[in-house]
């Protein structure tokens, strides 16, 4: 059974998040979607900052802890990986897409195997919420399970690195920020290192 992560008042759509899957592993497998994206919610206010390195570890805990219950090795974290998580974020941000195809370069998948030299594949989820920092992990967790090609990528067997990247930034909404993940998954004997 896969793992549900309780949920305020009925968040059982996308209502606030939006989410792509897409990889690349050889043989090359190519999977990539897209869900609709609905108006941000106003409630979604902030007090604090997110801790972005403790939900990003929650993040992990919780693709492994899925992994784990279908029968699949646990990922491993790879610092590479998270800098490259770290880097769509702030790309897709500061030139305002959300997207697997990057712009001026092409599909983020082959950009990802480009930067990875020892890497076998690569592949990425995507997300973006506006919901409250204590929610908007669990909110996203559970629309990547309930996505089939956001969940083929977190069980995919061949993976065996992972990093996940979480950029907190202003929403539309004052006092309602964006909080943009990413999870950068890859095939690899070891630690990766980037160009």
Request: proline share 8%.
């Amino acid at each position: 059974m896969v793992p549900a992560v309780r949920r305020s008042k009925g968040i059982a759509r996308l209502a606030s998040a939006a989410l792509l899957a897409g990889s690349l592993c050889s043989p090359v497998v190519v999977s990539v979607s897209a869900q609709t994206a609905y108006p941000l919610s106003e409630a979604a206010a902030i007090s604090t900052p997110m801790d972005a390195p403790a939900a990003e570890l929650q993040v992990l805990d919780l693709i492994n802890l899925l992994r784990m219950e279908h029968g699949r090795a646990p990922l491993e974290w790879d610092a590479a990986l998270t800098d490259l998580a770290y880097a769509r974020n702030n790309d897709m941000i500061a030139r305002r897409y959300f997207s697997h195809d990057i712009p001026d370069i092409g599909f983020a998948p082959f950009w990802l195997k480009s930067q990875l030299p020892r890497a076998l594949g690569a592949g990425e989820n995507l997300g973006v919420s506006d919901e409250p920092n204590s929610l908007v992990v669990g909110s996203l967790y559970n629309s990547w399970v309930a996505s089939p090609t956001h969940l083929e990528n977190m069980l995919r067997p061949q993976w065996n690195r992972i990093g996940v990247g979480l950029v907190e930034v202003p929403g539309y909404v004052p006092g309602v920020t964006l909080k943009y993940v990413t999870q950068v998954f890859a095939v690899a004997s070891g630690p990766l290192t980037r160009l």
